[in-house]
């Protein structure tokens, strides 16, 4: 293991040798005398954390990330790209900190001084935030005021340029479809509305001190790496262990849902590449296409060579296995119920229909996202079933 972390490490510095940054010079300092940048992650290990970090790095990027303590490891998502702290040429390194703890906020950035702050931690699962709604707002809206605090306290307003992860939740009971940077919010739920203040108090401290300060107005985006409960990867992680005979039945939520969903590889470089534009802008980062939940399930269903119908409405709507071709799915037959809904994911208030409207990003930063929703459901599918199929080699040994 350790081998092949350095392997592909190695293999970075290669790459990384023959592009315009090389990491192999002191800190702060790149081979041809440009200034190497230094970059502050919070929620880097995170699922779009652990992107930003890997595109930050082979940009040539110092990269600095907050962990939070936890009992168990919490870092599986940069663990590729983990340095040791011994290496001399080191570009990537982790410290102890929390959005709720302004003084380990503001030593890390007197000690990093960085060039730009990518403000990517929350408690980010809106269910949750139902439950913890004290806890979310606290991380949510007064988490990024202490780091825009901390950067002004510090003297650091001309140098370093902030980041906002901001959310299309903020929409939430839409008030225009689709939706785009001057649709009236309607946020509703405690984690959208804490969004809210972080959003506003981004600008705030853009236009009282002259920042730059922005926010990224991020419609849902998916990838192998998202949170086990976040419904995309609920579902690939479930037909996948369905279809092997781990699992019977995956268990939704409001299945009528319609998400704009894009890959989170390519939000990640939407964000870089707004704090280098010339002037701060808050900008809506979406794919412009929308799906359900039920389509989801189809889709991902579809990976496996599986068919499904849909029946019944609301609580007691199921899908039912139509057709299977291929041998993904050894373990079920035509005639099985592998999706029904469970009303407890259901949430007090929901967001019913999200659409963005991406084309003033299109615009002003030449953006074009790589991924379809149809690769994103593939590459998801593949890495479930990989997954899947350790587990059941584990569980048969
Ligand atoms: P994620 O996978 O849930 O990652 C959240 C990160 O925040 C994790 O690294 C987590 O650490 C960290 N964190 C949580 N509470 C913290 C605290 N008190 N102090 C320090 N770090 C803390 O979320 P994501 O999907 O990557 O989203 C990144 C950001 O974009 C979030 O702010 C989210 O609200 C926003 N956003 C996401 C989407 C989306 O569709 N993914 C859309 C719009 C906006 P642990 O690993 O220790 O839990
Ligand atoms: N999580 C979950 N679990 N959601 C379900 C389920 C289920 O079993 N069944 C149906 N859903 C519905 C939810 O009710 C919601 O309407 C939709 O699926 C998407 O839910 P999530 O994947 O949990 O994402 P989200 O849209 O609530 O929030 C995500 O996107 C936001 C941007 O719009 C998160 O990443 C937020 O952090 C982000 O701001």
Redesign the pocket.
């Known amino acids: 293991m350790f081998f092949l972390v350095r392997l592909q490490l190695y293999n970075d510095c290669i790459w990384l040798k023959s592009s315009k940054y090389c990491p192999y010079t002191d800190y702060g300092l790149t081979q041809g005398g440009d200034k190497m940048k230094t970059a502050l992650i919070?929620?880097?290990?995170?699922?779009?954390?652990s992107y930003l970090a890997e595109y930050l790095l082979a940009k040539g990027y110092f990269v600095h990330g907050?962990?939070?303590k936890?009992s168990l490891f919490?870092t599986q998502r940069i663990d590729h790209i983990y340095q040791s702290p011994y290496d001399t040429d080191k570009r990537f390194k982790l410290h102890y900190?929390?959005?709720?703890d302004s003084l380990s906020l503001v030593r890390l950035i007197q000690e990093i001084q960085p060039d730009e702050i990518y403000?990517?931690?929350?408690?980010?699962?809106v269910a949750v935030s139902f439950e913890m709604p004290e806890y979310s707002s606290d991380?949510?809206a007064l988490?990024p005021l202490r780091i825009l605090e901390a950067i002004r306290f510090l003297g650091l307003q001309e140098k370093t340029r902030f980041l906002q992860?901001?959310?299309?939740?903020l929409f939430g009971k839409v008030q225009e479809v689709p939706q785009n940077e001057k649709t009236p919010f309607y946020p509703r739920s405690p984690?959208a509305v804490a969004?809210q203040y972080a959003y506003w108090i981004t600008i705030n401290y853009r236009e009282a001190y002259g920042m730059f300060a922005c926010n990224s107005i991020?419609?849902?985006?998916?990838s192998p790496r998202?949170?086990e409960t976040?419904v995309t990867r609920k579902i690939s992680m479930a037909l996948c262990q369905i279809a092997l005979g781990l699992e019977k039945c995956l268990y939704l939520g409001n299945m009528n849902a319609l998400r704009d969903w894009g890959h989170?590889k390519d939000y990640v470089i939407m964000q870089w590449r707004m704090l280098q534009l010339d002037e701060p802008e808050d900008l809506v980062i979406a794919s412009g296409e929308q799906h359900s939940v039920r389509e989801f399930v189809s889709l991902a269903a579809a990976e496996l060579g599986i068919q499904l119908d849909f029946k019944g409405q609301g609580v007691d709507e199921y899908a039912v296995v139509a057709d299977i071709s291929g041998n993904l799915a050894p373990q079920i037959k035509p005639g099985d119920v592998i999706v029904r809904v469970d009303p407890k994911y259901f949430r007090p208030t929901e967001v019913e229909t999200l659409l963005g409207d991406a084309s003033l990003a299109r615009q002003k930063l030449d953006w074009k996202a790589e991924h379809s929703l149809n690769n994103l459901v593939s590459e998801m599918m593949r890495s479930d079933y990989d997954i899947a199929q350790k587990k059941l080699l584990l569980q048969s040994h």
């Open positions: 919070t929620g880097i290990t995170g699922q779009d954390g907050i962990k939070r936890a919490n900190g929390d959005l709720t403000n990517l931690a929350a408690q980010s699962h991380v949510n988490g992860a901001s959310t299309s939740e984690y969004k991020l419609f849902n985006h998916e998202r949170g976040f989170a």
